[in-house]
């Protein structure tokens, strides 16, 4: 398990992350969604100790990840897939790890196999590498330990389709197993597809978290229309339905039908459409809630005005 408990990082007077608190179960693929910028990284090197926080606190398995003996046994990690010696040959890098980390060298044949990199691959320097096979090198790194638990930040990056689709089976094949995958992507197509939980973060906050069930299915409101649009705007707003524009004189308006109709009756107006409208997808979800994060932040702080003279005396 992955617990997160209002972790925030500041860099002087700016706020990275902002109490941010969510939990990874075993058995499941959490997606770790939000825009460049958001503080999705930054969350994912506190809880893997790389980043000290500025207040609250991360644990793997009920530890700080720091006081994990031997942590590649227990938490698989792909932070960035450039951090590797691009003088050694994948065999090499994943020979190391196999030393370090104690286990049989043949376990590294075994994660090159896994991954999809032939022997001629595995012979070739990693500088030479493409992002999509340094993506497969490290996820294997990540692996050799036969972890329970993977942290794997934008490991989709470079990968062909062929490339993701081996990625959303592996990690699906991992979860279903027993396994906790904390995966952040921007392929928001791919993560709804194989995850189980979605966090979303903006502005180093979090936006909204829960099942699929929860966030994609929920019913997305009601879509009025009327004959005239600041009318049906006004009564709706006046019965204290929250209104949003979709369009020309019409709103969707996040409450039941019922009471849409009521509210609109009472006030006279001519209706031409009522209907119920779904939730979106993952990436409707996402754009929603991130253009939300964004307007918000983009209000501007209170001015204060400093008392008159008459006011001090």
């Not at 376990?107 to 090159?112: I, K, P, S, T, V």
């Not at 320097?125 to 294997?140: C, E, F, K, P, T």
């Not at 490339?163 to 906790?180: C, H, K, N, Q, S």
């Not at 904390?182 to 966090?199: K, Q, W």
Request: charged share 20%; proline share 6%.
């Amino acid at each position: 398990m992955i617990e997160v408990e209002r972790l925030t990082k500041r860099y002087g007077e700016v706020a990275a992350v902002e109490s941010v608190s969510f939990r990874c179960d075993p058995g499941t693929v959490t997606g770790f969604l939000g825009p460049n910028g958001a503080g999705k990284s930054t969350t994912m090197r506190m809880i893997c100790g790389l980043t000290p926080p500025s207040a609250g606190s991360a644990t793997v398995k009920g530890v700080p990840y720091r006081r994990i003996a031997n942590p590649g046994r227990h938490v698989g990690v792909l932070l960035d897939a450039a951090a590797m010696h691009p003088g050694r040959t994948g065999r090499e890098t994943l020979g190391l790890a196999a030393q370090v980390l104690g286990v049989e060298q043949a376990r590294a044949a075994e994660m090159l196999e896994r991954v999809g990199l032939p022997a001629k691959a595995a012979r070739r320097r990693v500088g030479g590498y493409s992002l999509g096979m340094r993506q497969r090198l490290g996820i294997a790194q990540a692996l050799i330990g036969d972890p329970s638990v993977l942290i794997l930040d934008e490991p989709a990056n470079g990968l062909d389709p062929e490339g993701i689709f081996w990625m959303r089976t592996l990690l699906r094949d991992f979860a279903d197993r027993g396994g906790t995958v904390l995966l952040s992507s921007h392929l928001l197509r791919e993560v709804e597809a194989v995850a189980d939980r979605f966090v979303v973060i903006a502005g180093g906050r979090i936006a909204a978290q829960g099942t699929k069930e929860e966030l994609l299915t929920a019913p997305g409101g009601v879509l009025v229309r009327g004959l005239d649009a600041s009318a049906l705007h006004g009564a709706l707003s006046a019965a204290g339905l929250p209104v949003r524009p979709e369009g020309e004189a019409a709103f969707t308006v996040a409450a039941p039908a019922e009471a849409v109709g009521r509210a609109v009756a009472a006030a006279g107006v001519v209706l031409l459409e009522l209907r119920q409208v779904s939730g979106g997808g993952l990436e409707e979800l996402f754009l929603a809630l991130t253009a939300e994060a964004a307007t918000a932040s983009a209000e501007p702080p209170p001015v204060h005005v400093p008392p008159s003279k008459e006011a001090v005396k």
